[in-house]
């Protein structure tokens, strides 16, 4: 009964009448082939009544999980992406008579592979996590609207090793501002395209910019480079590598006790600066061999995983130091004293 109401219902049917006249009208073979399944061959068609009870009486969100989880089983390309989308439903209402605004996981071929009902709008960001984890994303690009570009959202997409793609507007005013450094105006344009929908005409254009060369090394986006390069301004105003440690708060702070010889967080310096080392922290630490190595050699002589992380940004941060002196130098028309990389982790 409920695939010929939803059978109905995809058909145009927008009434219990109309639902109940077009199931009156499929053929007896038909009816006869999907009874027998639930062992009822001979039964008649139902009424508009009994429709009507098996539709008010069903768990809309059971049905939903069961939907949505029968075409992710058959998802035929699961190379494809898969995008995140809230919408209000127009015209549908719940029981407090508020607006269904639902979160749903789409593909490229426009096959609904999750969905959730969510509160309000401002409920897609905890929203998230737990409709992707019905989903294999591992491999896959994952694209969402400026709402879901989270540092907690981009974490646990690295964490399901799903690649993603967000967009970075006015909600993020400091990486919003970060991209602003690289050369947009010498990019070429990869895609354009003109749209016309609500009263305006709207173009969009795709360019794609390598990392800054100044930052040369596993883990370092483009984004991550421009943060480091926006934040830090003119390298030469610190002193030293240890300088610059204490402001990408990397450096580390003695904590020892008795013949515990231990070193806690350091909670100064630029806060933005630390979050973009952190990222190419974690990424290295799950794709570039010396890193995994450097951590693996740090737990072996008794660093816990926090300990042997800050190890490593705080080698990180020496590298990037390094890097921005020999990139500037370079600008100044000034050969660095010591442009050489650290040769191993």
């Known amino acids: 009964m409920p695939a010929l109401a939803a059978a109905a219902t995809v058909a145009g049917m927008r009434s219990f009448v109309a639902i109940a006249g077009w199931v009156a009208d499929v053929p007896g073979c038909l009816l006869d082939s999907r009874y027998a399944r ?4 001979d039964a008649a068609a139902p009424s508009k009544t009994t429709i009507w009870r098996m539709v008010t009486a069903a768990d809309a969100d059971a049905v939903d999980v069961a939907v949505t989880g029968w075409l992710a089983d058959r998802d035929p390309a699961p190379a494809e992406g898969v995008h995140v989308v809230g919408k209000t439903q127009r ?7 508020d607006q269904v605004h ?3 996981a789409v593909t490229d ?10 509160a309000a709008k401002t409920n897609e960001i905890t929203g998230f996590a737990p409709l992707l984890d019905r989903l ?12 879901h570009t989270q540092r907690g959202h981009a974490e646990y997409q690295h964490g399901r090793n799903a690649k993603f793609v967000f967009c970075v507007k006015g909600n993020q005013p400091r990486l919003f501002d970060a991209p602003d450094v690289l050369p947009w105006e010498t990019a070429p344009t990869g895609h354009e395209s003109t749209e016309r929908g609500h009263g305006r005409f709207t173009r969009r254009t795709i360019c794609v910019l390598p ?4 930052l040369p090394f596993p883990g370092c986006g483009a984004l991550s480079a421009a943060k480091l390069v926006a934040e830090t301004g003119r390298p ?11 402001f990408s708060s990397t450096a580390p702070i003695p904590a020892s006790s008795g013949a515990s010889h231990r070193q806690r967080l ?13 990222r190419i922290a974690i990424t290295q630490s799950w794709m570039y061999e010396p890193a995994t190595n450097y951590l693996a050699r740090r737990r072996s002589q008794g660093d816990s995983s926090r300990e042997a992380y800050r190890a490593l940004k705080r080698h990180i941060a020496r590298k990037v130091y390094t890097l921005l002196m020999h990139d500037f130098a370079i600008s100044n028309s000034t050969a660095p004293s010591s442009g050489e990389l650290p040769s191993s982790a």
């Not at 015209?91 to 008579?97: E, K, L």
């Not at 294999?136 to 709402?147: Q, Y």
């Not at 350091?266 to 952190?278: F, L």
């Open 102 to 104: 639902l979160l749903a």
């Open 38 to 41: 639930c062992g009822e061959p």
């Open 236 to 246: 030469d105003r610190f002193t030293s590598g240890a300088a610059f440690a204490t």
């Open 109 to 118: 071929t426009s096959v609904v592979l999750a969905q959730d009902d969510v």
């Open 136 to 147: 294999r994303v591992a491999g896959r690009t994952v694209t969402a609207d400026a709402l």
């Open 211 to 214: 990392a800054p060369e100044d």
């Open 266 to 278: 350091n909670r100064g310096g630029n806060r933005q600066v630390n979050a973009a080392i952190h």
């Open 91 to 97: 015209g549908a209402i719940d029981a407090d008579g």
